[in-house]
């Protein structure tokens, strides 16, 4: 037995389907917009989008002819051209921040003649380094303190053994070394640097991360023992002025060009990238035919070839004086609530 059906069903279905193409309430067209997400068949689905894909591709390239038409014609015309785009990133939209450095900061100045890397900085004392171990070691732990002795001239490893902190700042203190950098290690893996400046201090803890030896990268050179480069990038703060001052006090001031040896520390987003490379130069064959008569042309392309360790730092605490954890003073700590926002930066 069936049911007749109703007048009145189906009648806001046919409304519907007819108010589709009219204009709403406040003047503006209804668009459908079909999402591929919405569809339900993998094939059309897939099809629908590879055709939204190319015509976002298409609107792209008549945006950047149109650019480059108006940049000629403005040129032919002896016009300024028009301003370039600059896309918006997390570095360029940065929450403001009175700490950064500028050119007319006196106050500025006069800290960095009277901090403690001032006499390194000046050539009146030679950077010398030990490098030691925390009390339980680990198996990466060697591997790469043998690739730091190689990175850091002057520098000299020391077993820590059962002594305390306290007693190797004092050993080191008396033997005139300069700095101390403590490599600190958990569950067989380095994750942590404690360096501490000498004989004054500061002390700066930095925790490790994303550490690749040099066997693990590909097509790695090998350093000589020539005296590095030293490139600093992105340190604009007070504070970061101040850490890199400190990297920069751990390196002697004089580089040796001859050796082609280059250390970045690279700061992006709070995030210290250590790098370390030499620059080759190859000299390359290319054929050129000029009227029918083939020769050849030698052209040198430098490039890069890295030699590591390769690792991450970020900054934890900044110390004044030497390593004490009961009376010492910070400098700077890092806390959670401190990270209110994506676009706040420190260094």
Aim: charged share 35%; with cysteine; glycine share 6%.
């Amino acid at each position: 037995m069936g049911f007749k059906r109703k007048k009145g069903d189906g009648d806001g279905e046919e409304m519907e389907s007819e108010g589709r193409g009219k204009s709403s309430f406040n003047g503006g067209e209804k668009r459908n917009v079909i999402l591929p997400s919405m569809i339900k068949n993998k094939d059309k689905r897939s099809k629908v989008y590879a055709k939204q894909k190319h015509e976002k591709k298409v609107e792209k390239q008549k945006k950047i002819r149109a650019r480059d038409a108006a940049e000629k014609r403005a040129l032919e015309l002896g016009e300024e051209p028009p301003q370039k785009m600059i896309p918006k990133t997390i570095e360029n939209t940065r929450e403001a921040d009175e700490t950064v450095c500028r050119p007319d900061d006196e106050e500025l100045f006069a800290d960095i003649d009277a901090d403690e890397f001032n006499p390194v900085l000046r050539r009146e004392i030679t950077p010398k380094i030990l490098i030691t171990t925390c009390r339980f070691n680990s198996t990466r732990g060697p591997a790469f303190i043998s690739e730091l002795l190689s990175v850091i001239p002057n520098s000299h490893y020391q077993k820590r053994g059962t002594y305390d902190l306290k007693k190797i700042v004092e050993y080191a203190t008396k033997k005139d070394f300069t700095s101390l950098i403590v490599v600190h290690t958990n569950r067989r893996e380095p994750d942590a640097l404690l360096i501490i400046g000498l004989p004054t201090g500061p002390t700066a803890h930095f925790k490790l991360s994303n550490l690749v030896l040099r066997k693990d990268i590909k097509n790695h050179g090998n350093p000589t023992s020539h005296q590095p480069e030293l490139v600093l990038n992105n340190f604009t703060t007070r504070l970061g002025n101040r850490v890199g001052r400190f990297f920069q006090s751990l390196f002697p001031p004089d580089p040796n060009f001859r050796g082609r040896r280059v250390v970045t520390f690279h700061n992006q987003r709070d995030f210290i990238f250590f790098r370390h490379h030499r620059y080759i130069f190859e000299t390359k064959e290319s054929k050129q035919s000029d009227k029918g008569k083939d020769g050849v042309q030698e052209t040198i392309k430098p490039r890069l070839q890295e030699c590591g360790p390769r690792f991450t730092l970020k900054l934890v605490t900044l110390q004044h004086g030497t390593f004490d954890t009961k009376g010492g003073e910070f400098e700077w700590v890092h806390k959670p609530e401190m990270d209110t926002s994506r676009r706040r930066f420190f260094l």
